[in-house]
């Protein structure tokens, strides 16, 4: 199983930007997905999760200027960044809660990690 995440760049202030993320390999459900940043020399940590069922849920930093959102189909996950701020500046991880198989358990996968960079 593998998470690949894409879209990340270099943008101003106040500008947008969109993260993709997509799972492919052999593997049963998806269930929760999210996306995490790192910015420099802190520690990881959540920006938006969302349910099997579409339900989101935002750290407050984020909320009204974030939309996270998924395509069950195509085993992906989005999300929408407007209004950046150079706080936002960060490393962009995808994770997603996958079950490989029947008997087996859910874990955790993460993609690579994209880097965002917002510009005063």
């Known amino acids: 199983v593998q998470l690949q995440a894409s879209g990340g760049g270099l943008v101003q202030a106040g500008g947008s930007l969109r993260l993709s993320c997509a799972a492919s390999?052999?593997?049963?459900?998806?269930?929760?997905m999210g996306w995490y940043r790192q910015p420099p020399e802190k520690p990881r940590e959540l920006v938006a999760g969302?349910?099997?069922?579409?339900?989101?849920n935002y750290e407050p930093s984020v909320n009204g200027r974030f939309t996270i959102s998924r395509d069950n189909t195509k085993n992906m996950t989005y999300l929408q960044m407007n209004d950046l701020k150079p706080e936002d500046t960060a490393v962009y991880y995808c994770n997603a809660r996958i079950r490989r198989t029947l008997s087996g358990g859910n874990f955790d996968y993460w993609g690579q990690g994209t880097q965002v960079t917002v510009s005063s």
């Open positions: 969302i349910t099997v069922d579409g339900r989101p």
């Open positions: 390999g052999s593997f049963l459900t998806i269930g929760p």
